[in-house]
T-cell receptor, first 115, second 109 residues
Framework: NAGVTQTPKFRVLKTGQSMTLLCAQD?????MYWYRQDPGMGLRLIHY???????AKGEVPDGYNVSRLKKQNFLLGLESAAPSQTSVYFC??????????????FGEGSRLTVL | GQNIDQPTEMTATEGAIVQINCTYQ??????LFWYQQHAGEAPTFLSY??LDGLEEKGRFSSFLSRSKGYSYLLLKELQMKDSASYLC??????????WGAGTKLIIKP
């Protein structure tokens, strides 16, 4: 039972470098989310997707891009990393069509440090 | 704006009972979630309330009052493993989750 899998788990980048975080879910969920979590703050939504081929901006989208070419995968890209993007990133997914409520299933998190 | 408030930190004794409060102001309401998050781990689902009242699930219970914009999570017979952060989240009218900053619960022997 893989659930939601994030890769990589840890990464150290230098300012200006680019990278991609991969999220994969095997539960056939429609909705997928990328959050960041910083000390003393709640989960903040970066981008989300309501189905294959769709993406939308969340609360803090600047400096990030996403793609959902396949239903099971949701990629988060940093084009030019900045120290302010040092954080723990969580991917999550949930089932349901529009208007349905369901719990979120989270990946284990990816700890990113930008020097 | 939308806002979720919960205490930053609470301390309780092993074997005791603790109540973690959450108040919210959101654009619409489609339910309130509680998640548990141990340090260095992902959040895990605890409970979901959409109607007023108390939902009991083993040692954990969650209460909701929609008219007051208020919920609490009640943990009974506290164990050391209950030391974690507890996150309150409300699903708004657009079916987006609004998260509180979390309450860090410290359990002392």
């Amino acid at each position: 039972n893989a659930g939601v899998t994030q890769t990589p788990k840890f990464r150290v980048l230098k300012t200006g470098q680019s990278m991609t975080l991969l999220c994969a879910q095997d539960m056939n969920h429609e909705y997928m989310y990328w959050y960041r979590q910083d000390p003393g703050m709640g989960l903040r939504l970066i981008h989300y997707s309501v189905g294959e081929g769709t993406t939308a901006k969340g609360e803090v989208p600047d400096g990030y891009n996403v793609s959902r070419l396949k239903k099971q995968n949701f990629l988060l890209g940093l084009e030019s990393a900045a120290p302010s993007q040092t954080s723990v990133y969580f991917c999550a997914s949930r089932p349901g069509l529009a208007g349905e409520v369901g719990e979120l299933f989270f990946g284990e998190g990816s700890r990113l440090t930008v020097l | 704006g939308q806002n979720i408030d919960q205490p930053t930190e609470m301390t309780a004794t092993e074997g005791a009972i603790v109540q973690i409060n959450c108040t919210y102001q959101t654009s619409g309401f489609n339910g309130l979630f509680w998640y548990q998050q141990h340090a260095g781990e992902a959040p895990t689902f605890l409970s979901y309330n959409v109607l007023d009242g108390l939902e009991e699930k083993g040692r954990f219970s969650s209460f909701l009052s929609r008219s007051k914009g208020y919920s609490y999570l009640l943990l009974k017979e506290l164990q050391m493993k209950d030391s974690a952060s507890y996150l309150c989240a409300v699903m708004d009218s657009n079916y987006q989750l609004i998260w509180g900053a979390g309450t860090k619960l410290i359990i002392k022997p």
